[in-house]
């Protein structure tokens, strides 16, 4: 009850930031004095926060954990009635065809209560890691919650910042830079977090709901300034970054196969807690850590040129990326319903819907009944390599004391991304084919796909080619190497140089390499790398008896827990229905592109100002 203050309290909030800074000539005594050619600087910060927001939601009483449901009503007061899918009546005999009549009927548990020998295995197991309630509260009652508990949020991020600075003559000047940031935090999963779940049933405390992000970041650079006359000068910049993301990572039991150990299917030896949904307490996205390593390399080259009335400058730089992957995933899950303890709508016929104001997900759960299962098969680790090319010039042309001109042009050339095992998808068009970059046996070898996965997408039909069948490149996209830049401005001072209104205007062409992770983002989710397989009971395409709905006409016959491990059919050559999608990239993608022009008026103002 929200207006019950005594429900809530003072949230934690601990938030620090420190640092300092110290810099200055090397002097090491009696060995080298630096005053005037060597110099340091070092710098520290640290951010930390330790936050508690107060949230609300609802987790089944403890009455409802033992099978008693007594009592509940939904939302606007209509009570539950809960029906013992045991007692399930035979299937209507009824003529004409759609005619309403009795069927499948059930008889209800006396006062909503299921005996508690019929607790499943996985029930007691969520049952005994979901946190306990707060207050009395109906669970299912509007705006009212019965758990109030604080929202993780612990985010710890320490700088470090490293400069050295060297003067080896009055013509060369050299530098080196390091920084690294380690980004770290914990915290519940979704917008509207989750409680971490409680120790219980033999699964430690936070397997569910509780994952953390961490980011170290490491930059490096080093740069020498050559002056080879008043007028040339010249700067080398080699400069790279390595960060490691790791996302969604569970905090507790990541190498932890617990589906196995709660009798769970688990066709692909999945780690940490599968996705539970459907119930009043989930669990929620524990498998679905993904990250990267990323190593970013550039060398730059810029030398200006004064001459007269040009002030000329060109260069160049050469960019490599390289990008180690884990990406995206999706969680075996299991979800729940409420057709098991529901009852069958005589009035809908064959369309199978069920009757309102009867069943329960928590109910369902409680016996073991999940409407479906899902496994999946999860995309490999991707290693990608980019490169970028380019060349400039630009000249500053002062015509006179009013008017300023600049003029130039950029040339990159941006080869297509590589991924060293090519798990990329291609489409041929013409013959409406999945265009591999690898060869089957390999991929199968590599343990990338399963022949299962294979066969079933050949029994629906799909063809696959290789890149040279499909007049693709080996690596699926084409590069672009002659990609040209204009770039021209002026800047004309109304009244001559030395103060007063200036007139500005600009116009160019820029590109950017399209990023790594557009390309890999759908490259291995798609089939044959990754693919989902489930076992539904509400739809007829799966059930036993090919209608929908199947749990509406049946006695519970799958127990989650008990026989439920192997539910899920990932090796028959029809376990993959019709529907396959599969996303590609066209091979001709462009980089992004951007077009500016620009134009201001400046006037200087007194004192140190200026209006544009």
Known sequence: NRSNHSNFSQAHYVRNEFGGSIGGPIRIPKLYNGTDRSFFFFAYERFS??????????????????????????????????????????????????????????????????????????AKVMNAITPLPTNANNPYASNSFNLNYPA???????????????????????YVRFSSMQYAVDQYYQSSPLPASVAGAGIPAGAANLLGTTQPEYTAAAGLTHVFSPTFVSETVLGGTWETEKYNTPKVGALTNFES??????????????????????????????????????????????????????????????????????????????QATGLYDVTSGTNYTQKTDTGLADADLFLGAASSYGSYLQPGRENWRAEQYALYAQDNIHLNSKLTINAGLRCEGIPAPIELNNLVNGFDFKTNAMVLGAPLSQLIAKNLTTQGIITNLQNLGVTFETPSQAGLPAHMMYGNYHIFEPRVGFAYSLFGSGGGTVVRGGFGRYTFAMPVRDVYSEAARNAPYSFGYSQSYTSGSQSPDGLNNYQLRSPVTVVAGKNSANVVDTSSSTAILPGVQDVTMNPYTPPNEMWEVNGTIEQPLKPDSVLR
Not at 160 to 170: A, M, Y
Not at 294 to 313: A, C, M, P, R, Y
């Open 49 to 122: 926060l330790r936050s508690d927001s107060y949230m609300t939601t609802n987790v089944p009483t403890t009455a409802m954990r033992n099978g008693n449901f007594s009592g509940l009503t939904y939302g606007d007061g209509t009570a539950v009635t809960l029906y013992d899918p045991s007692t399930t009546g035979a299937a209507p005999t009824c003529t004409p065809a759609g005619t309403a009549c009795p069927g499948w009927q059930r008889q209800t548990y006396a006062n909503n209560i299921i005996p508690s020998a019929l607790e499943s295995p996985f």
């Open 261 to 338: 150990q709660l009798g769970l299917p688990n066709n692909f030896g999945a780690l940490s807690m599968p996705t539970t949904s459907g119930l009043l307490y989930n669990s929620a996205a524990t498998q679905k850590g993904w990250g990267s390593t990323e190593v970013l390399l550039s060398l730059n080259e810029d030398l200006t040129k004064t001459k007269g009335k040009h002030q000329i400058f060109f260069g160049g730089r050469v960019g490599y990326e390289q990008m180690g992957v884990l990406p995206d995933r999706s969680s075996d899950n299991e979800s729940f319903g409420s």
């Open 152 to 174: 993780l949020n612990n985010t710890t991020t320490p700088t470090i910042t490293t400069r050295l600075d060297h003067t080896f003559s009055s013509s060369d000047n050299a």
